[in-house]
């Protein structure tokens, strides 16, 4: 008995030693060096979102260039799926080793900013260096009177047509619908001439928000604390759905699929017209020949005339041990130059004030492609577009309410209007919270 | 220290199990013990966590989503295990003939396991669409003539969603059958044929009870794999529509890593365990003492 307990005395005594082991590891890596001019030699952990291979070669020139001009910072990069990336970032934030810099998109940024866990950049930037970015993108990322973020890039969402079943459905190409009225009739039309699908509005993410909001509905009362979407222009948005769904206007998939079905069955020229803008550059690589044939126009909108603008940050997780560098080297990648560079290589917008002055977002060439019309478009619609649902708090229920809402609507368990009223009731519940 | 420890042969054994218990330990029980911990606290990942006594089974007992997933997941208990238990038996005996060329059935029928769940969840979503296969197939056949969504309407989600599973796992638990198959002697067939029975009789009164151990391990197995059933969900459904699909584990999945309500989903978790121990203990109950008779 007097040996079994020695005995796991001495297997407690390695697990220790094991597990102690791997702490001192990790605490000898965290130290900075110092060099030998005896400055402070610091390393930033930087994270991109799905960047690599497409601008690895941009991003590393970056990376050159900041370390350059600042000899004691030295940037690892990191880039993360764009699946994984808000479990890596909680995960990292949890167990104290988050990274530095990092882009996250503002949903997911404002979850974190909820929870104290990203630096104000509204004290971190200095008034100069904001009046640097377009004034909607920076004001995109505040929650509870902070900013959490600052701008990268930037775009509105444009209409990708596909010239040949608009043509086959005796429709003219040049006239897409840019009014939900007008994609319902097209869809119908579209339909009944060629079996395909007309339109297909995604109901993925934010996506019912945003149609809710571009519809005329206000999401909440102006101090968020109870919805205000039970109004008839709510109960328009889920009528306009509910009636496309159920009469077989819209593929099935766009109440249970992810975005990813849109541009799937586009490319598969099953579908006529559909937001997505994002993807250009992947058709232009998948489908060459529907490519050559895609027509970008202005964004499908409602009776607000408001679209979407889709921002892309940068932010710096509190737990950084070198904010200052951690923002100086936000600042850099996203000032004026290195944005108008990259706006070169993918349709993205600046948000940087100075680089979106640059001609190339206002005047298509002769040989202009799908890919620069787009940016084209994107761009002018900057001052219509907007981030139409701001940050909220405990927005993944919120969205997830109406979600479920809107599909019992159009599933036809419920009618529009019974379905409305649970959301509502739902939302004051989840927003009184 | 070490010699000395050698030297006694009687802590020699446990010296061999540590490894084990030290793996075992930090990667099963310790964040199975934080997990119990976690189930009575505010938990968001970033903060520390608050303790709150049992709030969050009280709020789990009153959410009517934990209440409908809980009945999904037995659904699919209910509809996947039997077959799970039952198919794989036939293939194996099937695949236990001396044929020519069987080595290329036996592999035909366990390509599936070894396929990666994501990929197969992917074609699968292709056999279903509305302009898929399957609706093809059955058009073809004169069985339809309007297409099912078979993932996109809430009466069939989860039904299709249960066939993928068992298609995934027909060639596992048939392995598992085969080595039972195969362990049984020769002589007890030989005795049924001088007694004079027939197929069936052999397959009812041999082959089945010589079976018996290895079909309590599948059920086992297999009833422990439904409770936890999630990538298919993942991939196919994503628990839509309208909720008709998911099961527990993606309901824990939804409040832990899209809500980071940690402490809430540690909870629906702990009553995960709960439900699977109570399964498997009745399992063990029930089919052991068949066996034992």
Redesign the interface.
């Given at each position: 008995m007097k040996?079994k307990l020695g005995?796991l005395a001495?297997?407690l005594v390695?697990?220790m030693l094991?597990?102690s082991a791997c702490g001192s590891k990790d605490e000898g890596k965290s130290k900075d060096s110092k060099n030998a001019s005896g400055d402070e030699q610091i390393e930033l952990e930087f994270w991109t979102m799905q960047l690599q291979p497409t601008f690895t070669d941009y991003i590393n020139g970056i990376i050159k260039d900041f370390e350059g001009e600042n000899p004691n910072i030295k940037i690892k990069w990191l880039d993360v799926p764009a699946a994984d990336l808000?479990?890596k970032i909680?995960?990292a934030?949890?167990t104290n080793t988050a990274p530095d810099v990092v882009n996250l998109n503002p949903t997911f940024a404002s979850?974190?900013a909820e929870?104290?866990?990203l630096v104000n950049m509204d004290e971190a930037v200095s008034d100069e260096d904001k009046a640097l970015y377009v004034k909607g993108a920076w004001e995109a990322n505040n929650i509870n009177g902070t900013t959490f973020a600052i701008p990268w890039y930037l775009s509105t969402s444009v209409t990708l047509n596909n010239k040949a079943i608009f043509e086959e459905a005796g429709l003219d190409p040049e006239k897409p619908a840019t009014t939900y009225e007008e994609a319902a009739e097209y869809a119908k039309i579209i339909k009944e001439k060629t079996g395909k699908y007309g339109y297909f509005p995604s109901m993925d993410l934010s996506l019912v928000l945003q149609h809710m909001v571009m519809m005329g509905a206000d999401l909440t009362n102006e101090d968020g604390t109870k919805a205000a979407f039970n109004s008839p222009e709510g109960l328009y948005a889920f009528e306009y759905f509910t009636k496309l769904y159920q009469d077989g206007l819209i593929?099935?998939?766009a109440?249970?699929g992810?975005q990813r079905s849109t541009i799937d069955m586009y490319q598969a020229g099953?579908v006529a017209f559909f937001d997505g803008s994002q993807f250009i550059v992947q058709v232009k690589e998948n489908a060459p020949d529907l490519y050559a044939n895609t027509i970008p126009s202005q964004a499908i909108t409602g009776k607000s005339g408001k679209k979407t603008m889709s921002v892309q940050n940068v932010v710096v997780p509190k737990q950084t041990k070198h904010q200052e560098a951690a923002v100086k080297f936000a600042l850099f990648l996203t000032n004026g130059k290195n944005q108008l560079e990259f706006s070169k290589l993918t349709p993205i917008l600046p948000s940087n004030v100075e680089a979106l002055a640059d001609p190339y977002f206002t005047e298509a060439g002769d040989d202009a492609e799908p890919t620069d019309l787009v940016r084209i478009v994107s761009a002018s619609q900057l001052d219509s577009a907007e981030l139409l649902v701001p940050p909220m708090k405990?927005y993944?229920?919120l969205r997830q309410a109406m979600y479920?809402a809107i599909?019992?609507s159009m599933?036809g368990?419920m009618t529009p209007q019974e379905a409305l009223d649970q959301a509502e009731q739902e939302w004051n519940d989840i927003l009184a919270k | 220290m070490g010699c000395e420890t050698l030297r006694t042969n009687k802590l020699t054994p446990y010296l061999f199990l540590l490894p084990g218990c030290i793996i075992l330990g930090a990667f099963i029980f310790y964040p199975m013990l934080q997990a119990i911990w976690m189930s009575f606290t505010d938990y968001n990942m970033v903060t520390d966590p608050s303790f709150v006594k049992l709030d969050n089974y009280k709020d789990l007992f009153q959410d009517d989503l934990f209440w409908k997933t809980l009945k999904n997941t037995l659904i699919y208990l209910i509809g996947v295990v039997p077959a799970l238990v039952v198919l794989p038996i036939f293939l194996a005996v099937l695949v236990n003939q001396k044929l020519k060329g069987i080595g290329f059935f036996r592999s035909a029928y366990y390509i599936p396991v070894v396929t990666s769940l994501v990929v197969a969840g992917i074609a699968w979503d292709w056999v279903y669409k509305e302009n898929g296969l399957l609706n093809y197939v059955l058009d073809l056949l004169n069985i339809i003539s309007e297409p099912i969504p078979w993932l996109t309407q809430t009466q069939t989600a989860l039904f299709a969603v249960m066939l993928v599973t068992v298609w995934k796992g027909l060639g596992y638990y048939m392995i598992i059958y085969l080595a039972g198959l195969q362990s049984i002697p020769e002589s007890l067939y030989e005795a049924a044929d001088i007694d004079g029975a027939n197929w069936w009789q052999k397959m009812t009164r041999v082959t089945i009870p010589m079976l018996m151990p290895f079909v309590l391990i599948v059920t086992i197995m297999s009833s422990i794999a439904a409770m936890k059933v999630f990538e298919e969900i993942y991939i196919m459904t994503g628990g839509g529509p309208l909720h008709s699909s998911e099961t527990l584990v993606f309901y824990i999945y939804t409040q832990a890593f899209d809500r980071l309500n940690m402490g809430y989903a540690s909870a629906a978790g702990v009553i995960l365990f709960l439900l699977t121990l109570v399964f498997s203990l009745i399992n063990l109950k029930v089919m052991g003492k068949d066996n034992s008779e």
């Open positions: 040996k005995f001495l297997l390695i697990t094991v597990v808000s479990k909680l995960s934030v949890t979850q974190l929870l104290d866990a593929p099935r998939e109440l249970t992810d099953q405990n993944d229920e479920d599909s019992a599933l368990e | -």
